[in-house]
């Protein structure tokens, strides 16, 4: 799997796309494969915060029940409805349709701690050669 170049990722395996001050966040494809099929995801409200490295959500599979990082703070914008009715986007297109939130970002300089798609391949090599 290739990481899209236009994201940022977490060592927790979450990603978030950045668009002026408005950030959308997903779990990624190694996430969504550790996972196994999900079944249930919970989210936050419009309106709630979210606060870099805290849990804001939770996605549960047929293995196991997993929190949800944020990778930035914010507010929340926007939340992917669609994931109460198909939970399955997130394994089918976590990179894509299966996009958990949006937020509008507290302070943008929130993701220099973040890691470019290449940077996160290698994360993810060393950690699973360890």
Do not use: C
């Not at 196991?64 to 929340?76: K, T, W």
């Not at 958990?100 to 950690?127: C, F, H, N």
């Amino acid at each position: 799997m290739s990481y899209p170049a236009e994201f940022l990722y977490t060592k927790d395996h979450e990603w978030v796309l950045v668009e002026a001050d408005r950030a959308t966040i997903g779990v990624t494809d190694y996430a969504q494969k550790e996972l196994g099929d999900v079944v249930f995801v919970e989210l936050p409200r419009v309106g709630d915060s979210v606060t870099a490295a805290q849990p804001f959500g939770v996605v549960e599979s047929v293995k196991a029940v997993s929190d949800v990082f944020a990778p930035v703070s914010g507010s929340v914008e926007e939340v992917n409805s669609r994931l109460q009715d198909k939970p399955e986007l997130v394994n089918s297109d976590p990179h894509g349709d299966g996009w958990l939130i949006r937020v509008r970002m507290t302070d943008p300089r929130g993701t220099e701690k973040l890691m470019a798609a290449d940077a996160y391949e290698t994360y993810l090599r060393e950690t699973q050669t360890r």
